[in-house]
């Protein structure tokens, strides 16, 4: 079995379903990838995090190069041996914390300079190194190095960038071992849809495994985000997988899959739960509000999560405000269980060819619970 | 069924194995109680909890007085409907925390006034008062509200002290209604024998469902409270339980129940285990130690914890390093599964008449393990 496989099984106006086979599964599309940061879905063991439905997973290699280093987890057997997660996981290139995290970077032609963000140490990602970091993590998914400009960059900067991009690109690929995994390419190029066409047509000329969508989400208008992902994701091949990054609120998770989109990682649902607030089909619970004091109801009646399942908003508000531990765990469970429970109905529908009404539907039950918080049930 | 009873099963030198009947379900003792706090063992679910082998947790009436308040949970159906806890509940009085953690603390006959460490808010605790909020939360096995001396606190004050002492027991005793869970009553006196024998025939006197030693583990010295427990549970009617309260420690689990005591409760496992530190066999594991950066084993081979089934030193010393959420949680399974297997063997042992064999081995491999922190394994 080659490292990636994806064939898609249906389609649905924009949207399509499909089956990607990876070194260690398959993965039905479109999926979402809870975030495991630093080998860990924040709170949760790697069983529960399956039995919400996940298949795939994202780690992030920016941070596990600093903590505990890559060669300490490929002494130990790898990410999936260390961290207890069997399925597939793809990683980062750690390009994106580098230009967001750390410190006093420096960009030229072979690579990239920083300083840790916990000790101030001087580090240096180049093209190579990053896939061979991911090599050590053994994941499934490596991502190359990129350069992440910022929203509203200039044309020009993005033109250079876009040409060292695909340099490195070529130098990843080349990088890559026999025993490595799939890689993906990236498309770049910020709101200009040129830019974004030239970056497809150059990432595109390398046999990558699959293409993401990156630079989105950082701080463009969200309309602008949607144009350029409809306009840029018809221009990938059809037969491998598009993955957009760093985006996971559910709107846009439905909107994105409407455009074509397969994967999606975010720390949206997770943060957002360890911050109290909880993702239902009606919008935004804030365990916050002091009507939830004695609010004996589940989050959502509705909602088959252990949360749920078994506790009342009450509960859930208490240990919030009391700042109890097993808080962030119960509403991680039901965020991260509604948006898996939401991809898992985006396929349904595709599958049954109805996806508008399935996007309408949810719409519609969103905008009738706007402006609920202020109000009693 | 009345609210509490309890027979002796076996015996062992100075230890007994009990079995108490509450109103929810058999204990077998000696027994150790998780401590939920603020109604939840921090970072578990009741199932997890009780999966470990508890059968008997405790919460802490002044927490939950002033968050979320008792009327709060009693209008959610009581605290084991509210934190999903099926078992008995032990509930303290809140005296210990109005002592020892409130602000401008006030002692008349009647009561105790105090502010809260949360808001300042003044609030006011009696005898009666107390069984009220116990009752409110639906507890199984309720506390008298006592004072809580400092170690070292004069002879005169501690007889001052047992009196009033008497008295509240009494009035506890009178307020509690039809429906109350069981009463026990509390044996205060500091280090002096005669005092403490003095406060047992007050407690005595009153159709108590259970006693606890209370003032001990407070400062003084080890061997001083093992001399007051050794002198004073014999003294008890032998047809009840005896409870030290906030003794958590191994070693002195294993020393007190050979001493003749029943119940147990403390934040030790729960609070070392979210401070990195493991108990083992051989003694406590620092995680924070670098020694376990690449150290593939589990915590103990032999135990059959999640945690040491599922994970390496090294990933649980990455967890703890990190901050990761999961880090609190793997390490406070694999500690409450130590100490409660711990009183499993201790049981055990006293069924085969072989506690003292059983103490003699535990006390060799602690001995063994001594220094072994420093040196390789």
């Given at each position: 079995m080659g490292r990636l496989s994806f064939v898609t099984t249906a389609r649905s106006a924009g949207a399509r379903c499909g089956l990607m086979q990876t070194r260690r599964g398959p993965v039905q599309t479109p999926v979402f990838m809870p975030v495991?940061?630093?080998?860990?879905?924040?709170?949760?063991?790697p069983e529960e995090v399956a039995g919400l439905g996940a298949e795939l997973v994202l780690a992030n290699t920016y941070h596990l190069m600093l903590r505990p280093g890559c060669q300490v987890v490929a002494g130990l057997g790898g990410l999936h041996c260390f961290m207890g997660w069997q399925g597939p996981i793809l990683t980062d290139s750690g390009g994106y914390q580098v230009f967001s995290l750390s410190g006093l970077r420096r960009l030229d032609e072979e690579g990239v300079s920083f300083r840790s963000h916990l000790d101030g140490e001087l580090m240096r990602l180049t093209p190579e190194a990053v896939v061979a970091a991911q090599e050590e993590l053994d994941s499934d998914l490596m991502m190359v190095l990129d350069e992440c400009p910022p929203a509203g960059a200039a044309r020009g900067y993005l033109e250079q960038a876009l040409a060292r991009d695909a340099r490195w690109a070529a130098r990843a690929l080349a990088a890559r071992s026999e025993k490595g995994g799939a890689l993906l390419g990236i498309v770049q190029g910020g709101v200009y849809y040129d830019l974004r066409a030239r970056s497809v047509e150059s990432v595109c000329a390398l046999d990558m495994d699959g293409f993401a969508l990156g630079g989105l989400s950082v701080g463009e208008a969200k309309e602008e985000m949607m144009e350029v992902i409809a306009r840029t994701a018809?221009?990938?091949?059809?037969d491998k997988p598009v993955y957009l990054m760093g985006v996971g609120e559910p709107a846009d998770l439905v909107r994105c899959v409407g455009l074509g989109v397969d994967m999606f990682d975010c720390v949206l649902p997770t943060r957002m739960a360890r911050n109290g607030t909880l993702l239902t089909a009606r919008g935004r619970l804030n365990l916050r509000n002091a009507r939830y004091k004695d609010d004996p109801q589940p989050v959502e009646e509705a909602c088959g999560c252990y949360t749920c399942r078994g506790y009342s908003r009450a509960y859930l508000r208490h240990l919030f405000m009391a700042r109890e531990l097993l808080s962030y765990r119960l509403n991680t469970i039901h965020n991260l269980y509604y948006v898996l429970q939401l991809m898992a109905g985006l396929r349904r529908a595709i599958v049954q060819d109805a996806y508008e009404s399935f996007a309408r539907g949810f719409f519609s039950c969103l905008e009738e619970g706007r402006g609920e918080e202020a109000l009693p049930n």
């Open positions: 495991g940061t630093q080998a860990s879905v924040k709170g949760l063991t018809p221009l990938l091949p059809a």
